[in-house]
């Protein structure tokens, strides 16, 4: 079946259209980019292109070929900057598991300290560190957390032990006064 040339054009206007998605895609700011949406999004428009391919109007070999590789040259771009997002994401959060790994070593070694005020004043320096050195991976940071909190609340716990016991060592002084 011979096809117009305005039905031509409306097939080369389409891929056309999934060609600049595709490459506005590609340059979009990786640290503003949902990734998971995109990678979805950049597999179906590949999809799309190939269902246009078999079901819909085939365009002249240079003008194909052009918008092929340009859509092609947009997944390579968006694959690639994907990879280096995700592997400084990975450095970025390998260096705040060791630094957390570090304060909880710390923490655990301060647990069992009986100097009440200085420990209190390192805990509270130790968890200030905590917050700004940044996220691991959810199960590395979650874990660490509870070996950090079991730590803190040791020597609180403690602490408030023996506070509570000079309390109730005061308290005949107190009913006599």
């Known amino acids: 079946m011979r096809r117009t040339a305005p039905e031509i054009a409306q097939a080369a206007a389409e891929r056309e259209k999934?060609?600049?998605e595709a490459e506005t895609l590609a340059g979009t700011d990786p640290s503003a980019m949902h990734w998971k949406q995109a990678s979805e999004r950049m597999r179906t428009m590949v999809e799309e292109w190939k269902?246009?391919?078999?079901?819909?109007?085939r365009l002249d070999k240079p003008t194909e070929n052009e918008l092929w590789q340009r859509l092609a040259s947009a997944r390579n771009t968006f694959d690639k900057v994907r990879k280096a997002?995700?592997?400084?994401?990975?450095e970025t959060r390998g260096a705040a598991k060791a630094e957390k790994e570090a304060l909880v070593a710390e923490a655990e070694k301060l647990s069992t300290s009986t100097d009440w005020g200085t420990t209190a004043g390192a805990f509270?320096?130790?968890?200030?560190q905590w917050?700004?050195?940044g996220r691991a991976s959810r199960s590395d940071d979650d874990a660490l957390w509870e070996r950090f909190r079991a730590a803190q609340d040791a020597f609180f716990e403690a602490k408030d032990r023996v506070a509570a016991e000079e309390d109730e060592s005061y308290r005949p002084n107190l009913e006599v006064k």
């Open 18 to 20: 999934l060609v600049v």
């Open 51 to 57: 269902a246009m391919q078999r079901a819909q109007i």
């Open 85 to 90: 997002h995700f592997a400084q994401l990975e």
């Open 124 to 128: 509270k320096r130790l968890m200030d």
């Open 131 to 133: 917050r700004r050195a």
